[in-house]
């Protein structure tokens, strides 16, 4: 673990972002998504066979009826129950999100609009790798479908067996997709962005991912809509006097466990609890299954941080902009209004991230590495565009002419306003 006290702002941010690993990936990448774009379907299954170890040559890129079957049968029903509750509360919560199309009535019979329309067609990333993020289909095909988003498939890394997780199909299964692709990687991003053989081209693509999709989702934006630029998961925990450590130290574990390139970071103010955090650390780490993982997350992307003021832990979160925040203060709705930057907040002892992860109906499709100064959460805003529609009548024209030729002209437009001066003189 690494340990700063009363650090610079530059300090942390440079300890989090690693520039030259993002440019080695970047030149990668894009020789991926060249390739998938002149050679399509065998590109993608080159890739999959160098990267995945799988090989999928002679085999469809789709999942099968009778690999459908086989995979639902497997499945626990205390699993099946889980996620319809989880169903359930997702989408109580992004239906709040969704706008309703208005009008402002203008004078002399003339009126503008505003109409939600939804994408026709999403691409859904959920990560496979050493941990199947079931959670994740949940999390971001039903946010699509509330939205009005009529064609949605998913695509993630097979397994080393060529078959899709479980799990995964038994999500994919309750959200009804319109279908799901054994592909992982920049190359899957590829896929929907360009489209190929087998695989539509999609309107945007959606979901979390390692490094590598990341930055091809960075670099088709354009080709393609994106999300939000969401990478490895991390997470920062404000804590004092009060904050119990081993709640603190679960909750940074739960985030370095994902992946070796996790952040896992804790602000204090107190020298005590920070003692404390350390000796829980450890004591948790020992009782849990991925040690490989968490041995080298600890060491690389475990940060615990002193500062001597709140207003310090407020100026350095906001700075930082994390994926997720856990306010675990005595009072922790003081300060909750002064964070400007954080992907979600969660606020007291009982409120871990986990119940974001899985239950609580925000998706937690996140933006990552201080993305969340510019960037918000998935939800039903992503798949929708917003369209005016203007009407004017003839009288309200000739009302507004004076304006529109005077703009027009001012710009060098003369064309501009000889459009709506003749109509008036006619």
């Not at 070796?260 to 107190?270: F, G, T, V």
């Not at 964070?339 to 606020?347: C, K, P, Q, R, S």
Request: glycine share 6%.
């Amino acid at each position: 673990m690494n340990y700063f006290r009363n650090p610079t702002h530059e300090e942390i941010l440079n300890f989090l972002h690693n520039e030259t690993l993002e440019q080695e990936i970047s030149s990668s990448v894009a020789g991926i998504i060249e390739a998938v774009k002149i050679n399509g379907d065998h590109a993608v299954r080159e890739f999959t066979t160098k990267f995945d170890k799988v090989n999928l040559k002679g085999s469809a890129l789709d999942v099968s009826q009778k690999e459908w079957k086989v995979a639902l049968k497997s499945i626990d029903p205390k699993l099946v129950n889980a996620l319809k509750s989880a169903k359930d509360n997702i989408i109580a919560y992004h239906e709040k999100q969704k706008r309703h199309d208005w009008t402002l009535e203008l004078a002399d019979n003339s009126y503008i609009k505003e109409r939600s329309v939804p994408l026709k067609k999403a691409g859904i990333y959920v990560p496979g790798g050493t941990a199947p993020l079931v959670s994740s289909v949940l999390m971001s095909v039903l946010p699509a479908q509330v939205a009005g988003v009529k064609e949605i498939y998913v695509s993630t890394p097979p397994r080393k067996d060529g078959n899709i997780d479980p799990g995964i199909l038994a999500a994919c299964e309750l959200c009804s997709v319109a279908g799901v692709f054994k592909m992982g990687g920049a190359q899957a991003i590829a896929a929907l962005a360009f489209g190929t053989e087998s695989i539509p081209q999609v309107d945007i693509i959606v979901g979390p991912g390692n490094p590598y999709v990341t930055e091809a989702k960075r670099q088709l934006f354009g080709t393609v809509a994106i999300d939000m630029v969401a990478g490895p998961s991390e997470v920062l925990v404000l804590a004092d006097n009060t904050t119990n450590p081993r709640y603190a130290a679960l909750d940074l574990l739960s985030q370095l466990e994902h992946g070796k390139d996790s952040k896992a970071i804790c602000i204090s103010i107190s020298s005590e609890f920070t003692q404390s955090l350390k000796n829980a650390l450890v004591e948790e780490c020992e009782q849990l299954s991925r040690g490989d993982i968490l041995s080298v997350s600890m060491k690389e992307g475990l940060i615990i941080i002193e500062v001597d003021s709140i207003y310090d832990m407020i100026e350095l979160t906001n700075a930082i902009a994390p994926e997720h925040l856990e306010i675990m203060l005595k009072n922790p709705e003081t300060i909750v209004d002064k964070i400007t930057n954080a992907g979600v907040i969660f606020l007291g002892d009982f409120t871990p991230e986990a119940v974001g992860d899985y239950v609580a109906g925000p998706s937690h499709v996140l933006p990552t590495g201080g993305k969340a100064r510019f960037f918000s959460g998935l939800s039903v805003y992503h798949f929708q565009r917003k369209m005016s529609v203007i009407h004017y009548s003839e009288e309200k024209l000739k009302s507004e002419i004076t304006h529109i030729s005077t703009i027009a002209l001012c710009e060098g437009l003369d064309a501009h306003s000889a459009s709506a001066v003749k109509r008036c003189k006619e």
